[in-house]
């Protein structure tokens, strides 16, 4: 059974473990790719309905998560497929969600859930037994208090490395939940790559003479990373700093402008946004709860780069004179604007020195 905290109940198929979840509800509009969203660390403690109606039908495989860990508390899929007909799986959905503790629900109408959620927005919810009693869940959820900081549950704990072949640049990473996927996007374009815990400090990562600052998406609000906010503030101007996600959150609040909670967010892989310095449109797929104020910008020293053409969201800031980029989207194209800062000399470009 899935209850909302408004009083709404779907029932169900049992997915993965038993058991009682409480979290945040949102919906994803990814047609494909669930096994890297249930492995993203911007997902942690996060409940998840699948708006695309077949889940399960390619399982999941070793090489494609996005962290060591699943992070979501739920999943809700309308259909759930548990024989993939994929060659290279090596797990089923279930199988995976049952292994890592993980309380699922299938069989209900995602669709009416996913309209409750646009119109009346995000909200806490519980998937639990069909026996329980539908008020007392409601009862519970409108007492239960989520945790709001979460990027120290996903952080690193430790620094760690990821080289390339014939490197040009280092860059430091800030993990405040950092991808795979975005790890090896830096290395694609020749950067070897120092992973940092959030609250490392600039002396620290100083010490790698790096050519770029990566700051990562990650869980929860951006005001209460605080360590990450007061680095970047101190950074800025030092060296080229790229942001994404949650990353572009702190940049903003960095420079002395706010952010909001979202209605709903932006979570899929089908996000209109355009450029403003060429008016160019593309699809990009986003992660974020947070929005940035337009009208907090102003006197900051950052000016809008890119725009949400579905509701004129802020999805991207700039700082030219101090190099500093800030996107809400996944630029899955890769990281050239960065790159581009990185190569005009905005840091050492002593990558090729092989210094740890």
Known sequence: MLVLENGKVF??????????SIAEIIFNTSVVGYQEIISDPANHGK??????PLIGNYGLTDE??????????GLIVREYNDTPSNFRFTKTLGEVLEDNGIAGISGIDTRELTVILRE????????CDASEDPEGCVAELKAAKLPQSRVAEVSCKK???????????TVVALDSGIKHSVINSLKESACNVVVVPYDTPKSVIMRYRPDGLFIS?????PEDVKPAIELIRSMKGTLPIFGVGMGSQLIALAYGAKTVKMK???YGGNHPIQSLSDGKVGVAAQNHSYAIVRDSLTGTGLEVSHINLTDGDIEGVRDEKNKVIGVQFEPEEGYQGFIDMMRAGGGSGNAQENRY
């Open 264 to 266: 709903h967010g932006h």
């Open 217 to 221: 998406n990650g869980p929860g609000s």
């Open 11 to 20: 029932r169900g198929q049992g997915l993965g473990s038993g058991g009682k």
């Open 47 to 52: 409940m998840i309905v699948m708006t695309y």
């Open 120 to 127: 009346q927005g995000t909200m806490k919810a519980m998937i």
């Open 64 to 73: 494609d998560y996005e962290s060591k860990g699943i992070h979501i508390s």
């Open 159 to 169: 620094i760690w490395y990821a080289r390339t072949r014939n490197p040009i640049y």
